[in-house]
C-alpha cells in the first residue's frame, strides 16, 4: 500500500501568497510596459525573488508541493525572461508600443501654442498638479483594492481606468448628496470580499 505524503499547511499558506504576488507584479510590469505606470515594480519584484529562494533552505518532502513549487518557479523564470525582453527594447527604443505611440505623435499635426499671461501658466500648472494629485491617490485605492481582492481569491482583472471612473462618480454623488468639500476612500474586506467605501469629508457630510 502506498503511503500518503503528509502536506505542510504552512507551506501551502505561502505558495498560495508567493502565486498571488506573482499574478499581481505580472499585472503591473504590463502597466509600466503600456505606460500607465512610469516606474518600474522593481521592489516587489526583488522581494518575489528573494521569497522563491527561501524555499531552497529546507527540501519540500510532499510531492505535490514540490511540483507546485517546481511550477511557480519555471513560470517566474519564464516570466523574468519576458520582463528581461521588453526592458531591453524599451532602452533601445524599439519596443513596440513605444514605437506606436511614436509614429501617432509624429504623424499628429502640431498645433500652434497661444502666448500664456503669467497668471494663466501659474493656474494651468496648479490645476496639472491638482489632476497629478487626484491620479495617484485614485491609484493608491485602486492597487490596495486589487491586492486585497487577490488576497480574498476575487479576481484581479480590473483596469485601473475603470475603478478610477467608478470612484469619480462616488465622488460626484457624495459631494452632490452630503454637500461636503471631499471624499475619503477605504479597503475593507467585509465577508470574504474586498470593498472601497467612501466616506465624506468636510462640510455638511462630516459627522
Not at 501617432?104 to 498638479?129: F, G, M, W, Y
Not at 465624506?200 to 457630510?205: D, E, I, K, L, S
Request: charged share 35%.
Amino acid at each position: 500500500m502506498a503511503r500518503i505524503e503528509k502536506a505542510d499547511r504552512g507551506l501551502n499558506g505561502k505558495l498560495d501568497e508567493v502565486e498571488q504576488k506573482m499574478f499581481v507584479l505580472k499585472i503591473d510590469y504590463e502597466k509600466y510596459f503600456s505606460g500607465l505606470e512610469r516606474i518600474e515594480p522593481l521592489r516587489d519584484r526583488d522581494e518575489l525573488r528573494r521569497q522563491m529562494r527561501d524555499f531552497l533552505d529546507e527540501p519540500i518532502r510532499n510531492s505535490v508541493q514540490r511540483f507546485r513549487y517546481q511550477a511557480l518557479k519555471a513560470r517566474f523564470q519564464s516570466l523574468e525572461l519576458y520582463w528581461q525582453r521588453n526592458l531591453v527594447l524599451i532602452e533601445r527604443g524599439t519596443h513596440p508600443k513605444m514605437r506606436f505611440r511614436a509614429d501617432a505623435k509624429a504623424r499628429t499635426p502640431t498645433p500652434e501654442i497661444p502666448t500664456l499671461s503669467a497668471e494663466q501658466v501659474q493656474v494651468l500648472e496648479q490645476r496639472q498638479q491638482a489632476q497629478e494629485r487626484e491620479e495617484r491617490a485614485y491609484k493608491l485605492v485602486y492597487d490596495r483594492y486589487i491586492e486585497a481582492r487577490a488576497k480574498c481569491g476575487q479576481g484581479t482583472d480590473l483596469s485601473f481606468d475603470a475603478v478610477r471612473d467608478a470612484l469619480r462618480k462616488q465622488v460626484r454623488q457624495i459631494k452632490s448628496t452630503y454637500q461636503c468639500e471631499g471624499v475619503k476612500f477605504r479597503v475593507v474586506v467585509e465577508d470574504g470580499k474586498a470593498k472601497v467605501k467612501a466616506l465624506p469629508q468636510g462640510g455638511a457630510g462630516q459627522a
